[in-house]
């Protein structure tokens, strides 16, 4: 049986606490949309997979995450995608970083089939209609989160609450691997 993952970058508790509040505040002005109870995070790709392929790619992901080191993040803007996506966006700096992180595991992770995600942002609200989205832009003109991106997760979808889980975190230990060179 194959489940549903999410391989993401998870803010600390106090930037997950705030966005909570600001999807809660647009609850109430606009009605339910997607991705309301969605725990902050950016997204970088999703799969399906075996606990046995699973298995596999948490020793990718120890492997690669091992090699990186800490970034400071910066999301200090709002933006909004055609499909009536808003969310919270990096500045440029934070975006180069996120985006290479985010290229790396794409494209060094063994995952057959994988949705991936180039563009680093947080998500607010999905699939609002032009009425709601114009709502969201004027309740929401100022956001500086500030952060330390020294990890990845893994999340399982529950299809009880319809929602990821973080079941794995993969902390960056900025110890490059050695290049086949220097072992021998």
């Given at each position: 049986m194959q489940n549903l993952y999410s391989?993401?970058?998870?803010?600390?508790?106090?930037v997950i606490s705030s966005v909570k509040h600001m999807k809660e505040d647009l609850n109430k002005e606009v009605g339910w949309f997607?991705?309301?109870?969605?725990?902050?995070?950016?997204?970088?790709?999703?799969?399906?997979?075996?606990?046995?392929?699973?298995?596999?790619?948490k020793k990718q992901l120890t492997y690669i995450c091992n090699g990186f080191e800490p970034v400071s993040?910066?999301?200090?803007?709002?933006?909004?995608?055609?499909?009536?996506?808003?969310?919270i966006a990096p500045d440029n700096c934070s975006k180069m970083c996120l985006k290479a992180i985010m290229k790396h595991l794409n494209n060094s992770l063994c995952i057959e089939e994988?949705?991936?995600?180039?563009?680093?942002?947080?998500?607010i609200a999905r699939r609002l209609s032009p009425q709601a989205l114009g709502k969201a832009k004027e309740m929401f003109n100022e956001v500086d989160f500030r952060f330390m991106?020294?990890?990845?997760?893994?999340?399982?979808?529950?299809?009880?609450?319809?929602?990821?889980?973080?079941?794995?975190?993969?902390?960056?230990?900025?110890?490059?691997?050695?290049s086949r060179g220097t072992l021998f």
């Open positions: 391989i993401a970058i998870s803010p600390p508790d106090d997607n991705s309301k109870n969605s725990k902050a995070h950016i997204t970088i790709n999703e799969f399906k997979s075996s606990e046995l392929q699973l298995e596999n790619i993040v910066r999301m200090n803007s709002f933006g909004s995608y055609n499909n009536g996506a808003f969310y994988k949705k991936t995600s180039n563009d680093p942002h947080m998500s991106c020294d990890h990845v997760v893994i999340r399982q979808f529950n299809p009880d609450i319809k929602q990821f889980e973080i079941i794995e975190r993969f902390p960056f230990n900025n110890k490059p691997s050695y």
